[in-house]
């Protein structure tokens, strides 16, 4: 995957319209701004682009909501309140394809909703633009993303992390061990609000044993009006679940499958629309359209047969002259020798221009002729070609049909996904007929406080409940503990399998990357826990302490580009103040090693103070396309310059 452009309008600080252009002639790509000027912005542009509400920089942001968070990025300094982000890439594998992704939203609205259109090879493709989220999670699934998209002051915090806590959780999610993690705190979350249910019945029906009938009637008023909140405060919960559940069942093709019938069907009703074309083309084959092959002669044979025909037509006239010349004389002309002469020079022209016929056609058959080549053979001509053009036309719609079709697409998971969706939403209409009952009640109790008989059947009602809810939550605590063990197993023995190989491609990017490569000849990392361990040349083990803070962030590096390389993905990096804490030795084993083979296109955001001359200098070769992000205080906004900071153009 190779980034070609991106394009900002009013996002951020930068004001207008903004592109950026890559011509990926070499592999690093160098964008220079002095900090506020827009670089970590370019990084949260891409990441949206790509992701929109899955990308990490919205997760990890303090925004409430997503369109909040859209809101956010629309430049303040302007009075256009649209904003929009755009980004072209390539996929080089067989051949190569394009894709731009656009994001846009308008600022002016009271409820900001995003526009999401997709093109694929110049053309708008709707099938993408409905399923984007499942088609980029097969290029770059979101849970890899940081791996590849990275800001270099979090690396340094990572270094100084004596837990190694996010290290282990980047190294989970490569591992795919995290969806493990979600399931394992779904459950422990369901166990514990069963429990806090099953112990709100019970006190129920302690309190429901009072006999006053006062203080009975105010409990169960207040035990209702906590219960209504609670259904509602679920039924918010409820509502944000089936939204998760909806938009990965998106992600995972589930919209792909429910429209499968329906595109079966349009790829039938084209199929039957191409074979009635290629019917009508067979029959324009089986009838004049061959004859297009010898126009040329057709034509030459019309003007032979209209020349005979004119000759026959004046042959007929001749024969007529006699008698109307015997009528003429004898009416008019007492010396006829003229008229005579006359005669005898039109017969002896006809005798000296006579030809033999050669094709001699009779006058149905001329006009046959002349229909066919005046026009009758031309419409043929044309309506052949229109079928060619529709047929062609309908083929590429049959296999663009084809190709979705051909979807891989686990019907099982998503079947399952649904399952749960059906499930949270039954529960959502549960709850919301209980709320409509508890309010009910609600008015009974309030109206009934001094009803004896309500009480008492009130009680009993509770006390049946409670029993029902006891023996339903120790079922539900019974097969949940059961469920968190199977899990624990399975991450052990999944971890156990992917670990060496990881810890083996961290080994030698260290290596590459380290100064004092002898410090750590071998780095070790435990299945179970995930507790990287270095190990010297002599077999001892090196404590994280005894690093420095430059060897430790090189060993953070190191273990993110063995992230990136277990992947198996071949995607563009794109690194945040990448050198911010490092010294000068270990900024040149980053410039000279890292940059150049991080991946297939290297996006380095740097301050001045980073990427310096010296090290420019050291990166040059390498470096493809140049950028500076200048600031303009009046506007307070960011423009783009070909060309990197302080002079050290190309």
Same mark, same amino acid.
């Given at each position: ?79 256009? #309140? ?33 526009? &999401? ?52 959780? /980047? ?6 061990? %995290? ?11 369901? &166990? ?18 009072? #006999? ?11 035990? &209702? ?19 998760? $559940? *909806? ?28 074979? =009635?074309?290629?019917? *009508? ?15 040329? $002669? ?17 042959? @007929? ?20 020798? /003229? ?25 149905? /058959? ?58 949270? @939403?039954?529960?959502?209409? =549960? ?10 009640? #609600? ?6 406080? +001094?009803?004896? +008989? ?14 029902? +809810? *006891? ?10 503990? &059961? /469920? !968190? ?41 435990? =299945? ?34 063995? !992230? ?22 270990? #900024? ?11 991946? @297939? ?5 740097? %301050?001045?103070? @980073? ?23 009046? +506007? ?15």
């Amino acid at each position: 995957m190779i980034i070609k452009r991106l394009q900002l309008h009013n996002f951020g600080v930068y004001a207008g319209d903004n592109e950026f252009l890559f011509s990926n002639n070499k592999p690093i790509v160098l964008i220079g701004g002095m900090n506020g000027r827009g670089k970590t912005t370019f990084l949260e542009a891409v990441l949206l682009a790509l992701y929109g509400s899955n990308s990490f920089a919205y997760k990890e942001s303090k925004k409430r909501s997503y369109p909040q968070y859209l809101k956010s990025f629309i430049n303040k300094h302007v009075a256009d #309140r649209t904003c929009s982000v755009e980004l072209e890439f390539e996929i080089n594998n067989d051949s190569k394809e394009n894709y731009i992704i656009k994001r846009s939203w308008d600022g002016n609205d009271n409820r900001v909703s995003e526009l &999401i259109s997709v093109f694929s090879n110049g053309v708008k493709n709707e099938f993408l633009t409905q399923n984007w989220s499942m088609f980029v999670e097969n290029i770059l699934p979101s849970a890899l993303s940081s791996f590849f998209f990275f800001d270099g002051e979090k690396i340094a915090e990572m270094a100084v992390d004596s837990s190694n806590k996010q290290l282990k959780n /980047a190294i989970r999610s490569m591992l795919g061990i %995290t969806v493990l993690d979600v399931l394992e705190n779904d459950i422990l979350r369901n &166990i514990k609000k069963i429990e806090k249910e099953d112990a709100n019945v019970n006190s129920v029906g302690i309190v429901q044993k009072l #006999r006053d009938k006062k203080d009975n009637a105010i409990a169960k008023l207040e035990k &209702i009006d906590l219960e209504i909140e609670r259904c509602k405060q679920s039924l918010v919960e409820d509502n944000d679940n089936i939204e998760a $559940l *909806h938009q990965l069942y998106n992600a995972k093709g589930g919209d792909a499958v429910e429209k499968k019938q329906e595109m079966m069907q349009e790829r039938a009703s084209l199929k039957s629309d191409l074979d =009635s074309e290629e019917g *009508h083309l067979y029959e324009l084959v089986g009838a004049e359209l061959p004859f297009s092959l010898v126009s040329d $002669l057709l034509q030459n044979i019309k003007l032979q047969a209209t020349d005979e025909h004119n000759d026959i037509v004046m042959d @007929e006239a001749v024969l007529q002259l006699d008698d109307i010349l015997n009528e003429f004389i004898t009416q008019y002309d007492k010396d006829p020798k /003229a008229s005579i002469d006359f005669l005898n020079y039109v017969k002896n022209r006809q005798n000296d221009d006579y030809e033999e016929p050669l094709y001699n056609l009779s006058g149905q /058959a001329l006009f046959q002729v002349n229909k066919l080549v005046e026009g009758h053979l031309n419409s043929s001509k044309e309506e052949a070609k229109r079928l060619l053009l529709q047929k062609k036309h309908k083929q590429k719609q049959i296999a663009e049909l084809d190709s979705y079709l051909s979807l891989d697409i686990n019907e099982k998971e998503l079947k399952e996904i649904h399952e749960k969706i059906t499930e949270a @939403e039954k529960k959502m209409v =549960s709850n919301q007929v209980k709320i409509d009952s508890l309010e009910q009640k #609600r008015r009974d109790v309030n109206s009934e406080v +001094t009803a004896t +008989t309500a009480e008492f059947n009130k009680y009993v009602e509770t006390y049946l409940a409670s029993v029902e +809810t *006891h023996d339903k939550a120790e079922r539900i605590n019974k097969y949940s503990n &059961i /469920a !968190l063990s199977i899990i624990n197993k399975y991450q052990v023995a999944l971890q156990k399998r992917k670990t060496d190989i990881l810890a083996e491609t961290i080994t030698a990017c260290y290596k590459r990357l380290a100064n004092k490569k002898n410090l750590i000849n071998k780095i070790v990392m435990e =299945s179970e826990s995930l507790a990287i361990k270095y190990f010297s040349e002599e077999g001892k083990e090196v404590t994280q302490d005894s690093l420095s803070a430059g060897e430790q962030q090189l060993m953070v590096i190191s273990i993110l580009w063995a !992230l990136a390389l277990c992947s198996k993905k071949k995607l563009p990096v794109i690194i945040d103040t990448p050198l911010s804490r490092l010294d000068s030795l270990h #900024r040149k084993a980053l410039i000279t090693t890292y940059f150049p083979n991080a991946g @297939e296109q290297t996006i380095i955001l740097s %301050t001045d103070s @980073e990427i310096d001359t010296t090290y420019y200098e050291l990166m040059k070769s390498n470096v493809g396309d140049e950028f500076t992000l200048i600031y303009d205080e009046q +506007t307070k906004s960011t423009s783009i310059k070909c060309g990197y900071m302080m002079g050290a153009n190309k």
